[in-house]
């Protein structure tokens, strides 16, 4: 069977052609991209479990363009997106200019949460791949019990 076009499990999108080819979400790990509103957002989904985008996103940031100096702070992912920011690499490589070219005063993370128990969330955890693993095994333990 071919995987062209079959969706990757962690974002949804189509998978490259070539199939040793990772999904682009494999550079994009970090919280910051997936900071969508206010509040808390949902990111990846099992039929019980849930990895969810917490916490408040400010980065401040201050570059220069044609009009000049500009300040501004971001708060969404697509905010990072409009200043060039699309990868991990490309978020260190700004944190690496230093606090007075980009500072995070605030910053998100992921948890899981269960749908069914809300006494049950895991830690803060900083990588996508990491949290979606988490929800994957937490669901399949949760099948294994109801087999019992
Ligand atoms: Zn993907």
Redesign the pocket.
Known sequence: MSNVHQP??????A?PDDPFEP????QIQSPEFYKWGEGTNSVYNTTNFEVICAGEMRIHVSYKNASGLVERTIRYADELEEIGIKTDKDLQAHHDKGEEHFYEAMNPWFEVWSKIDADVFSDPIYELDEAVAVAIQWQEEHDKKGQD
Request: proline share 0%.
């Open positions: 990757c499990e962690i974002c949804l999108c998978l999904c682009s979400c494999s």
